[in-house]
């Protein structure tokens, strides 16, 4: 099984357990989507089909990656940019 990159997994792990939390604090619905969103993410990212064996599996992960490099974060999809071909 592939396995996402350890920062792109870091990143969607500590934002899921901060906005969950906000989510329970608050009960805003706007944020409740994207909680569900990272859930989905996470799951998919880790083979599961529980976002809590999804968080314990990518604890274990991270705990097992090497350390970062700083500058090595790879882009997001967002981050990327396509090159559009000149037309003729």
Known sequence: MLRPHPAV???LVDEYEALSAAVAASEQA???SRVRDLAY?????TGTRDVARALKVAHQWLGT?????RGTIPPTVT???VATPEPA
């Open 9 to 11: 997994l870091r990143r």
């Open 30 to 32: 706007d944020l409740s």
């Open 41 to 45: 993410t996470l799951c998919v990212s």
């Open 65 to 69: 990656a090497p350390a970062p490099v």
């Open 79 to 81: 981050d990327r940019r």
